[in-house]
């Protein structure tokens, strides 16, 4: 098991940056795949972007693509996200989440069902 806490939220204008983390517990932090989820007022959840356990490999939806970056370090048991260029329609909770297994394969990467931890969230605004 995998406890999950995020931070790093706030309120940022747009085209500004923030950089959120996900402080994890557990030994076996490693052995997750990482992902990054987020849900606006009135809509579904939604995925972000995703790395693989050894953070060899990334995965983004299209929406963030070249803006945001995932991270991580194992020794730290941190998963970051740093979001630049932020537009208003990124106002959301954004989630952290892990997915035991290495690496995702195909689909994987972006089901929220894959997921079997989940932190509380962390309010990000930004305005316009």
């Known amino acids: 098991q995998v406890q999950l806490v995020e931070s790093g939220g706030g309120l940022v204008q747009a085209g500004g940056s923030l950089r959120l983390s996900c402080a994890a517990s557990?030994?076996?932090?490693?052995?997750?795949?990482m992902g990054w989820f987020r849900q606006a007022t009135g809509k579904e959840r939604e995925f972000v972007a995703a790395?693989?356990?050894?953070?060899?490999?990334?995965y983004y939806a299209d929406s963030v693509k070249g803006r945001f970056t995932i991270s991580r370090d194992n020794a730290k048991n941190m998963v970051y996200l740093q979001m630049n260029s932020l537009k208003p329609e990124g106002t959301a909770v954004y989630y952290c989440?892990?997915?035991?297994?290495?690496?995702?394969?195909?689909?994987?990467?972006?089901?929220?069902?894959?997921?079997?931890?989940w932190g509380q969230g962390t309010q990000v605004t930004v305005s316009s």
């Open positions: 557990g030994r076996t932090f490693s052995n997750y795949a």
């Open positions: 790395i693989s356990a050894g953070g060899g490999t990334t």
């Open positions: 989440a892990a997915q035991p297994g290495i690496i995702p394969r195909g689909s994987r990467w972006t089901m929220m069902l894959e997921y079997r931890n």
